[in-house]
């Protein structure tokens, strides 16, 4: 993404000598951007998602430019830019557009009696048959619906409204979340030490001596 967006700039700067731009890509660019934003330190472009609920917010805070009567928004295909707009109004251009699949499970569909749907209506009510099978107690809709906000607020995954519903997808990999949870959880409980929380679990018995042995060969190898 930076690389498309530095191509962008460089462009840009063709088309207008007299204008550089700085392209800046830092880690936890959700949180830097809302400190400055508070602060008063807007920057003059934002790379955002136009689903998030801070565009909304900052939007209609005042915070972003109305774009809704530019020209170039005439040439935005499929009217994607109007399709996220806030209070009626525009405040953000497209560049890129995503096309999801969705895997399932034959073997699944086949056991549950479910036909493969064709149509996005037809999605809808799978998803709503599937729930109707799922072994009760299912969880209540208010408990998954707070799971899934969470996630989106510490942006975990991104909201995309289609039609009547929300589709989610990740932002962050399996891996790096076990590094992020694993860091917080030694560092809250375990003073930041492994070595601790490894002695904890052992005198709890919830290690073996063939578990700490597996571990240390684990060690061992990574040093090689």
């Known amino acids: 993404m930076t690389k498309t967006l530095e ?32 602060a008063g330190d807007v920057p003059d472009v934002v790379n955002i998602y136009p689903q998030s609920i801070e565009l909304q917010e900052w ?6 430019e109305d774009l809704s009567n530019k020209d170039y928004l005439k040439r935005v295909k499929n009217g994607y830019a109007e399709k996220y ?4 109004k525009v405040y ?8 999801y699949g969705i895997y399932y499970n034959k073997d699944k569909f086949e056991e549950l009696g479910l036909k493969v749907p064709e149509t996005w209506d037809e999605f809808e009510q799978l998803v709503k048959d599937i729930v109707a099978k799922y072994p009760k107690p ?3 809709y208010t408990t998954v619906a707070s799971i ?18 929300y589709q989610y997808t990740p932002l962050i990999r399996e891996s790096e979340y076990k590094r992020t949870f694993m860091s917080g959880f030694v560092g809250n409980y ?3 030490s492994y070595k601790e929380m490894v002695s904890f679990f052992a005198k709890d018995q919830k290690i073996s001596a063939n578990d700490l042995k597996d571990i240390i060969d684990m060690i061992e190898k990574g040093k090689e």
């Open 7 to 38: 191509e962008i700039a460089r462009d840009f700067e063709k088309e207008n000598p007299k204008v550089k731009v700085k392209v800046v890509n830092v880690p936890n660019a959700g949180e830097v951007l809302k400190t400055r934003v508070l």
């Open 148 to 165: 899934v906000k969470n996630l989106e607020r510490k942006q975990y995954i991104r909201a995309a409204r289609v039609g009547n519903t």
């Open 59 to 64: 939007a209609k805070a005042g915070v972003f």
């Open 85 to 88: 707009a806030v209070n009626g």
């Open 92 to 99: 953000n251009v497209p560049f890129t557009a995503n096309a």
């Open 190 to 192: 375990f003073e930041n």
């Open 138 to 140: 299912a969880p209540p």
